[in-house]
């Protein structure tokens, strides 16, 4: 079965520099959710999108932003990049209405440097 | 706010069932009870959730109590490949709302 893609799986920046993440759910589903994950931390909420506006927001910097576009996939933007930013990001999709529970990409590990 | 609290660590020897307590005294009405699970650094894994009956699945059963405070995650038959942190987190049922992930347990199988 089809499952969340994300990419890319790892990416190396340099301090200031801005870095986009790319999210491709699995088919149908109309909902993306994004998540950070700090080393020896537990994963964090950052936003959500459904049917391409933003449902819920957790806490995502001002320095990042984030859309759903019409064919589903989510994109995360992060400019002015910290150190404090090199995380594992998740992304989640899943079918409001539906089942409910959400599936989770593999991740993309982000080290700024 | 923590909703959930879980014991950080348990073991189990492998073949046997393994159960996973958390308590969720604050849980609200319209509120389910998720489990997750993950595997070092991979993606996180649904389990299974529920609302207030017990519910069964291939992979694991959850007992939520009457008053629903608590509920308990059971591996029947535990294999090395279930070590990992498993995650109780209660939410709305539908809707876009994140999950709010807590500390955990970290349950090792034991061979």
């Known amino acids: 079965a089809a499952g969340v893609i994300q990419s890319p799986r790892h990416l190396i920046k340099e301090k200031r520099e801005t870095a986009t993440l790319k999210c491709y759910p699995i088919p149908r589903h109309d909902t993306v959710y994004w998540y950070q994950q700090g080393p020896g931390q537990d994963p964090q909420f950052l936003i959500s999108f459904y049917e391409k506006m933003q449902s819920d927001k957790g806490s995502i910097p001002d320095r990042f932003s984030a859309q759903q576009f019409s064919d589903y996939h989510s994109e995360l933007n992060m400019s002015s990049l910290e150190l404090g930013d090199s995380a594992l990001y998740f992304c989640?999709?899943?079918?409001?209405?539906?089942?409910?529970?959400?599936?989770f990409g593999q991740g993309t590990r982000l080290t700024v440097v | 706010d923590a909703k959930t609290t879980q014991p950080p660590s348990m073991d189990c020897a492998e073949g046997r069932a393994a159960n996973l307590p958390c308590n969720h005294s604050?849980?609200?009405?319209?509120?389910?009870v998720y489990w997750y699970r993950q595997i070092h650094s991979q993606g996180p894994q649904y389990i299974i959730h529920?609302?207030?009956n017990n519910e069964t699945n291939e992979m694991a059963s959850l007992i939520i109590t009457e008053d629903r405070k608590s509920s308990t995650l059971i591996l029947p038959h535990a294999t090395l490949r279930d070590t990992a942190v498993y995650y109780c987190i209660v939410k709305p049922g539908g809707g876009a709302d994140g999950l709010t992930f807590g500390k955990g347990t970290h349950l090792i199988i034991q061979p």
């Open positions: 529920g609302l207030k």
């Open positions: 604050t849980i609200s009405g319209n509120e389910y």
């Open positions: 989640a999709s899943s079918l409001v209405g539906g089942r409910t529970e959400a599936f």
